[in-house]
């Protein structure tokens, strides 16, 4: 141990000594170094510094902007999403890798690092970039395919659920809410609109808590309300700074050689370095029908039911242009 805190001091002064002549590709080097070594000393590493070097242009370089994010409120609705990038990317031989659930991989990194504790929502919204980071340099010659149903966030420190070094670009996939409402009242028979919205829009705050199934370490999922998680991914300035897509599950299902069409567009113009090709994009609506079978017609509700709920969530419906 204290052979190991030296070590750790010593690589902690490089860095910082680094930092101040902007000399990121001796930070890379000893990045990658300490990594192959000790990923666990890296990680403490990185949340002394890493901040400190996004503060400057010339850090981009050592960074992998690797990770592509498919997300939804339900994890379920990017199901074709994901599914028809990795048909494609498979398709034209590019490299990539299709990982799991964003919590899922957490908890399995946690395990890497030999981290006590669970992954609570704190150590996520302080150190997202730091663990974010260090999935991406695992694959670093990859793109990564990572699905989330968590909301996009800013912390009071100024840090975000993802960072644009980090992060490609990301699809957020998109589903008629009354459709959620009506799954939410057949999986709760014993529930009403009212409860049912409730549990939709997270109204009493209860965290998602993931089990890892290897041990007893928890995921703590901030995913909040639908409307919270539309309006996080689908607001102006996310879209912009962080290169998203919005796809309306409805408009895919009626239409998708086009929205395929244009995700892979959206890709070619964040820098991935891929070609479209439809014949592709049609060898896969010609072979998986199935996945298009889906019912996407919400079943008809009552008046009161309507008024419930226009008052919870009106303005959100008219921003993702659906109708009660």
Known sequence: MFTKNIQLKYNDNLIKNYIKSEDYDEILNVIDKVYQSDP?????????????????????????????????????????????????????????????????????????????????????????????????????????????????????????????????????????????????????PEYNTQAALNVMLNSDAHPNMIKSPINNRFFVSNKQGWHTNVHSWSNRNVLDTFRGFVIKLEDLIENPQDIFADMIGHLIQTGLDIKLDYDVITSFIENNNSLFDLNLVPEEISKKDAKIIERDIGSFLNIVKYKI
């Open 40 to 188: 666990e000393m890296l990680a403490t590493l990185l949340k002394s510094n890493l901040f400190k070097m996004l503060n400057s242009q010339q850090s981009q370089r050592i960074f992998p902007e690797n990770i592509i994010w498919i997300n939804s409120f339900q994890i379920s609705d990017a199901h074709l999403v994901s599914t028809f990038l990795t048909f494609y990317l498979d398709g034209i031989n590019f490299d990539f890798k299709s990982l799991d659930n964003y919590a899922d991989i957490m908890l399995n990194l946690f395990d890497e690092l030999n981290f006590d504790g669970d992954v609570t929502f704190e150590e996520q919204r302080d150190f997202s970039y730091v663990y974010q980071y260090l999935i991406s340099k695992k694959y670093k010659n990859k793109s990564l395919l990572i699905h989330s149903d968590l909301p996009f966030f800013e912390s009071n420190l100024g840090r975000y659920f993802t960072h644009y070094y980090l992060s490609r670009c990301y699809f957020y996939i998109v589903k008629n809410p009354i459709l959620i409402l009506q799954e939410i009242k057949k999986q709760n």
